[in-house]
Each structure stands twice: as C-alpha cells, then as structure tokens.
C-alpha cells in the first residue's frame, strides 16, 4: 500500500497528504510520516507546491485530532472503556489518559510530534477528560506545525535520499524522546521529593 501512494503524491500530492494525516489522526495505520516526507522531495524538484504540501497536511491532522477530541468529549469515560476492551488499545489509552492528565495542554503538544504514536489516543482522552477546547485546539494546532515542518522540510532538504531523512528524524526523535522521559521523570521526583504528603499517598496507591 505504501509504494502505491508514494505513487499518487505528484500528482494527487495535497489532497492525499490532507486525507492520509487526518486518518492518522484517528489511529488508522497509513504512512502519513513517509509520504509528507516524500512530498517534501518532490516539492524541491518543482514537481509539488512546498506550502500547499505543509497547509493539506496541517488541514488533515488538525481535523483529525478535532474529530477525535469530539468522540471523546461526546463519549467520555464510557467510549474510553469500550475501546479499551481490546489489550492493545487498552495499553495505548492507560499511557495516553495517564499524561493527558498529568501534563494536560502540554501532553497535547508533545503527543503531535515527539511522542505521535500516542496522539490519536490522547485526543480521545482530552475530549473525555474534559479538557478545554481553546486550550486542545492551540497547542495541538501548534504540535502539528513541529510535525508537518519537520517532516516536510526534511524531506525537502534529503530531497533523492527519503530513506536516509526517515533514519534521520527516527533517531533524533528518539533521542528527543528518551531525554524528554527523563526529564519528565526528574520533574516527577522533584515534586514527590518536595511534599512528603505525595510520597505518602505514592506509597498507599
């Protein structure tokens, strides 16, 4: 499926990139990271617009995560428990209620680009959790901009080596990943460290 729509980008390239990051946004598995990627290359060869390429894909994934944000808030707690019937789901949901949660506006942030596969779920549990529109939609619309721009415009600047862009921001996204666990993690025991009432109620949990 993958070579097939790397096939239809120069010549179908926004109105695909549109379609492919709104349902990544709803969990369905569509390589949406590639082909924004490969839509970067073509757009420096001239064979695509580079700022139609980034405004489909911002316009996709902002109403995905809109649409899910929806379910959410119209489903709740309820629609939360019946997805997380299946194990996999249920992993996925636990992380992603955990942060949201925890972090609230920033989950949302991060959830769009460094730590994506969480997103869709995290707009799920946004909506149930309750968590401000304005406040979902601004830091999500502004998650999507890392996103969309890294991607893109790496692929732009690997133009002809799409592969090795890909290796790329896999590794620096990991790094980024594992450093920003760590310092999430060091805020968390600061706080705990900070209010022995915490590590009481840490302990009772």
Not at 173 to 200: C, E, K, N, Q
Request: glycine letters at 14%; proline letters at 4%.
């Amino acid at each position: 499926m993958t070579a097939a729509l790397l096939a239809l980008v120069p010549s179908h390239g926004p109105w695909l990139l549109a379609l492919v990051t709104f349902l990544s946004c709803l969990a369905l598995p569509v390589p949406s990271s590639m082909l924004m990627l490969t839509a970067g290359g073509f757009a420096a060869t001239g064979d695509l617009s580079l700022g139609a390429a980034i405004g489909a894909a911002l316009a996709g994934a902002v109403l995905g995560d809109q649409l899910g944000y929806a379910l959410g808030r119209a489903g709740g707690p309820a629609l939360l428990s019946r997805l997380a019937r299946a194990p996999a789901r249920a992993r996925a949901l636990t992380r992603a209620q955990r942060i949201v949660l925890r972090h609230g506006a920033l989950a949302v942030f991060l959830t769009r680009w460094l730590f994506s596969p969480v997103g869709p779920w995290a707009n799920l549990a946004a909506g149930a959790a309750g968590l401000g529109w304005h406040r979902f939609t601004l830091w999500g619309i502004a998650g999507e901009l890392v996103w969309v721009g890294l991607y893109t415009g790496i692929g732009h600047l690997f133009v002809g080596n799409i592969e090795a862009a890909g290796d790329l921001l896999s590794s620096g996204l990991g790094l980024l990943g594992g450093l920003a666990a760590m310092a999430i993690l060091g805020l968390w025991l600061r706080a705990v460290l900070r209010d022995p009432h915490r590590r009481g109620r840490e302990r009772a949990s």
